[in-house]
């Protein structure tokens, strides 16, 4: 069945293409891939197995791979610390994401229609046209100690002395889970869109409450979605870097902070070790969603 899928592609992609129009886009495809992907991330994978050296000693002697760089991030108590939390907050980023998009995208998919579904959408994309870190600026704005949410505070007599709201990871959180809605809400809408409605209906006639047709139907249904939007929102939320420097303090220093300082200090092994432990992590945690959610690669692509 799927080798005729894979032959029926290349047929009406031939049909349309033509042969040029093929090897065009599948040349660029795989120089992307080779180019943008592989041999940077291949040199990274390099860097960080070789030690920092002097320009003189580069490929002498002393330039041999060594676990050097890694073995400095499990005997660095403090950058393990930056690690985990780094990883933990992204996970609290993730279920709130979660939380908040899975009823919009149920909303969009299943009940607005007409019109309203267009002005939803385009009150969901608008705030993205902006750039991210105007995003975070304003947000940093409204959480500052003489910010709008402090003056609104002190106005309805609700605290009498401005809150940091910039201690710990409260405001990094809150501002990536804004960053990253529209991660987690499109691949879940996308998935509920072709769930069949009379489904639900039917559910509903047979006395079933809306939680148990959401817990039996909705959410098995729209797994495949949850699990990319659940991976993408991670992914991005553990390799950001202009969130904690904007919305953070010095209590809240992430993980890609420490790896963007040992690239500024030009230690490239060091960083490129702490970027690959970083990008393994992320694998991981894509492998444990697909689990979870018991989704194979194929249904993310479908």
Aim: proline fraction near 4%.
């Amino acid at each position: 069945m799927e080798t005729l899928q894979v032959r029926d592609f290349w047929n009406n992609a031939l049909r349309d293409l033509g042969k040029i129009g093929v090897a065009y886009i599948m040349i660029t495809v795989g120089a992307w891939l080779v180019f943008m992907i592989l041999i940077p991330q291949l040199i990274m994978l390099d860097y960080s197995f070789r030690p920092m050296l002097a320009l003189r000693d580069i490929g002498g002697p002393k330039d041999v791979w060594t676990l050097k760089n890694y073995l400095v991030f499990f005997t660095n108590k403090l950058h393990m610390a930056i690690f985990f939390k780094t990883i933990w907050s992204s996970l609290i980023v993730t279920s709130a994401a979660l939380a908040i998009c899975y009823p919009i995208a149920f909303y969009l998919a299943k009940v607005a229609r007409g019109g309203k579904v267009g002005l939803l959408m385009l009150g969901l994309i608008i705030p993205y046209w902006i750039n991210e870190l105007l995003r975070l600026f304003a947000w940093q704005i409204i959480l500052a100690d003489s910010g709008i949410m402090n003056q609104l505070l002190i106005f309805l007599g609700i605290i009498a002395d401005p809150i940091n709201f910039r201690a710990g990871n409260g405001a990094v959180v809150l501002g990536m889970t804004y960053a990253y809605i529209l991660f987690m809400v499109f691949p879940i809408y996308n998935v509920m869109e072709s769930l069949d409605r009379n489904q639900l209906d039917a559910a509903r006639d047979l006395g079933a409450s809306w939680l148990r047709i959401h817990r039996k139907i909705v959410i098995p249904y729209a797994k495949p979605g949850i699990a990319v939007g659940c991976t993408m929102t991670f992914m991005l939320a553990a390799g950001t870097v202009a969130a904690p420097q904007l919305l953070g303090s010095p209590s809240s220093f992430w993980f890609t902070q420490v790896i963007n300082t040992n690239f500024e200090c030009a230690n490239w092994n060091q960083g490129a070790a702490y970027a690959t432990l970083l990008m393994l992590l992320c694998m991981i945690f894509m492998f444990i969603m697909l689990k979870i959610f018991k989704v194979g690669l194929k249904e993310l692509t479908q």
